[in-house]
């Protein structure tokens, strides 16, 4: 009920956009999107409103932050190997899928 | 944008050693921290989180499912609208929290109206379809309230009004922090509310409590991600608020959904069911709109409600407790026994974002670390 989800912005008129999430298509409101909203847009879907759209840097932007408090926790305190082992495994492109891709709930 | 790149495994074991070590660093167990979010604590369920915890660190849910903490006065007003013939629309969530005298569910089951929604804007659509009375029993945070606010500054049908009970969440964590015996040492602040007020909402808050706040998305990556940083804030003594959801929140949110918000809501103390008298912790429709106010549109007769006592197994639900952090479900006599998904007797069993419910899905602490392999011993 308080999930927002994000979808992909495939057709926009005046008052409302159809979004696809995961496959599911939606058509939402954007009385309440904070910025102009356009075809290939990822936006924040919360009760069939748009609440957000969202800058395709701001994704890398939060995996980059991820990945600094990694780089600053092992360079403090006791090391550790871990989280140095697991960093040099990601640097190398080692990126393993979690299997199963987002439902799609709306 | 995959959601994938959220839940990256070698990612997720990097933070969950790192949280341990700043956890172990902090000196002293538990470490309590506590968020206000259902979609936080299915998160934690549905991805085991919890057995990535280190074991000096307590991840509680606070009062943070909206269903959970719609009071019963408010069920009941719903309840008696719907028996007195009003037709009821409302998110299928709140069909069956029991009231004082029963549920929406009840009510429809002996012959009321009353119509499941996905959105304010079908309640809306419903309205303009016939000449009944149509009323939207508003529920939920600000994120959900400025969906209702859209609707009725868009323009609603003269037959549609509103009887909202819709909360406002940063006074009741000003409330949780207040509570006698609380031991929680930093909050977890849900994005996606944050979208709509930003986080600067926060820091009002954190000047007074001297409490760290980590504003946090939904996947297994970003709450670990802000564990680690609300834990290192409590090691290092410093209270402040950190975005770490920046994909989605700013500063100062969503400017034209809280005009929106402000425009048709005011904030107004009111009681959070098993919480306390939350000051300005309910939104209220402003005086400007009384013309859909259902609370002044009709008169709501509750008290035909209110005869006869609560059962014995409602006065025995702890429900309040554990969206206070005080208590956790394995402490409630009645959970996973008398009190089931099939047969709730408190709302944090009804509702898909309630503790109770999260918890007898998932399980609440999964033992996942402990070898079984008897050659290994």
């Known amino acids: ?106 | 944008m995959t959601p994938l790149e959220f839940r990256d495994p070698l990612r997720a074991k990097a933070l969950s050693a790192t949280l341990a070590r700043v956890v172990s660093e902090i000196g002293r167990s538990p470490v309590a921290v506590m968020h206000v979010c259902g979609s936080h604590e299915q998160a934690i369920a549905r991805f085991g989180l919890r057995s990535a915890f280190p074991r000096g660190l307590d991840v509680i849910m606070g009062p943070g499912c909206p269903v959970c903490v719609t009071d019963q006065p408010e069920i009941d007003e719903a309840v008696a609208l719907a028996r007195q013939g009003v037709r009821v629309t409302t998110y299928g969530d709140m069909l069956r929290v029991p009231g004082t005298a029963g549920s929406l569910a009840d009510a429809q089951a002996a012959g009321a109206r009353l119509d499941v929604v996905y959105s304010v804007a079908q309640a809306v659509e419903l309205a303009r379809e016939t000449d009944e009375e149509v009323v939207f029993f508003a529920s939920v945070f600000e994120t959900t309230a400025v969906a209702t606010a859209a609707v009725i500054v868009a323009g609603v049908p003269a037959n549609f009004s509103v009887l909202s009970a819709h909360k406002y969440i940063p006074p009741v964590m000003e409330i949780v922090a207040e509570m006698p015996g609380t031991r929680v040492d930093g909050f977890l602040a849900a994005g996606h509310a944050a979208t709509i007020t930003g986080w600067r909402v926060f820091e009002p808050f954190v000047a007074r409590h001297h409490l760290p706040v980590v504003v946090a998305g939904f996947e297994p990556l970003d709450i670990l991600a802000a564990l680690v940083k609300l834990t290192e804030m409590i090691r290092d003594g410093i209270a402040e608020v950190v975005n770490l959801f920046p994909r989605c929140v700013t500063p100062d949110g969503n400017r034209r959904a809280l005009d929106l918000l402000w425009q048709v809501f005011q904030p107004i103390g009111g009681r959070w069911r098993g919480i306390a008298h939350v000051p300005n912790g309910n939104l209220r429709l402003r005086d400007e709109w009384a013309s859909v106010d259902a609370r002044r549109r009709f008169a709501i007769d509750v008290a035909s409600l209110w005869n006869g006592a609560p059962s014995t197994l409602v006065r025995q639900c702890i429900c309040g407790n554990i969206m206070s952090g005080i208590a956790s479900p394995h402490d409630c006599a009645l959970f996973g026994n008398a009190c089931v998904p099939d047969a709730q007797v408190g709302a944090c069993m009804v509702s898909s974002e309630g503790t109770c419910r999260i918890w007898h899905e998932y399980g609440g602490i999964p033992e996942l670390g402990e070898p079984s392999c008897r050659f290994c011993q």
């Open chain 1, 1 to 106: 009920m308080c999930l927002g989800v994000p979808g992909l912005v495939v057709e926009v008129d005046e008052l409302s956009a159809l979004v696809d999430f995961w496959g599911v298509r939606r058509r939402v409101r954007l009385d309440l999107a904070d910025e102009p909203v356009a075809v290939g847009d990822y936006v924040l879907n919360h009760v069939g409103f748009v609440i957000r759209r969202i800058p395709a840097e701001d994704v890398q932007t939060t995996l980059s932050m991820y990945e600094e408090l990694v780089k600053t926790n092992t360079g403090r305190g006791p090391v550790d190997l871990m989280a140095a082992d697991v960093l040099a495994e990601i640097q190398a492109g080692g990126t393993g899928g979690a299997g199963g891709a987002g439902e799609g709930q709306p």
